[in-house]
């Protein structure tokens, strides 16, 4: 008798250590291009594309941005151009 309990306790523990649990719903991310049109992207604005790019130099995904993939190629592009231009530098610091 005390098996057969032992063996469901161990059963139910086991269960419950592999069941998955819900995976977290973070917030949506909105493009800011999109939302507010009058916001443009420009190879001379250093400032704004500062932001798309890290310390090291690389262009930020668009996943951790939250841009859509039109803003995001126009981004690429612009920073590409700014590098050219010596707005921006190739490398970070």
Do not use: W
């Not at 917030?27 to 310390?55: G, H, N, P, Q, W």
């Amino acid at each position: 008798m005390s098996e057969e309990v032992n063996k469901e306790v161990m059963k139910d523990a086991v269960e419950e250590k592999f069941t998955k649990k819900p995976k977290r719903q973070g917030k949506k991310k909105v493009c800011m291009f999109c939302a507010d049109r009058s916001k443009k992207i420009d190879y001379k604005d250093a400032l704004t594309l500062k932001r798309f790019v890290t310390e090291k130099g690389k262009i930020v995904p668009r996943r951790q941005t939250g841009t859509c993939s039109m803003h995001q190629r126009e981004i690429t592009t612009a920073v590409k151009r700014a590098r050219n231009m010596a707005i921006l530098p190739f490398k970070g610091e």
